[in-house]
Nanobody, 118 residues
Framework: VQLQASGGGLVQAGGSLRLSCVASGFALEHYAIGWFRQAPGKEREGFSCIHIGGGQWLEDSVKGRFTLSRDDAKNTVYLQMNSLKPEDTAVYYC?????????????WGRGTQVTVSS
């Protein structure tokens, strides 16, 4: 059972990135996928989650800029990030569980670095 986040990189403020969360060893369609990030010197925070049925929760700081989608055929969840800001700089992680239990998801992937320059 493995999750892997990818797609991070360096982008200028106002730019966009699309992160992918790919699962192996289990079918993502049966899981909610949460996205978390950890900025330097800060605690990890959960900021979005897509439910099994496709419904989404996004924290206010990313609402209107980030969107989630899932392609169950590819066993992948996408995080589209637009209008990026320097404060979005962090290591981004995806996690899976039966629900959006943002206090503690069961499966975790390795993160991907997102750096937004001003």
């Amino acid at each position: 059972v493995q999750l892997q986040a990818s797609g991070g990189g360096l982008v200028q403020a106002g730019g966009s990135l699309r992160l992918s969360c790919v699962a192996s060893g289990f079918a993502l369609e049966h899981y909610a996928i949460g996205w978390f990030r950890q900025a330097p010197g800060k605690e990890r925070e959960g900021f979005s989650c897509i439910h099994i049925g496709g419904g989404q929760w996004l924290e206010d700081s990313v609402k209107g800029r980030f969107t989630l989608s899932r392609d169950d055929a590819k066993n992948t969840v996408y995080l589209q990030m637009n209008s990026l800001k320097p404060e979005d700089t962090a290591v981004y992680y995806c996690a899976a569980d039966r629900g959006c239990w943002m206090d503690g998801m069961h499966y975790w992937g390795r993160g991907t670095q997102v750096t937004v320059s001003s």
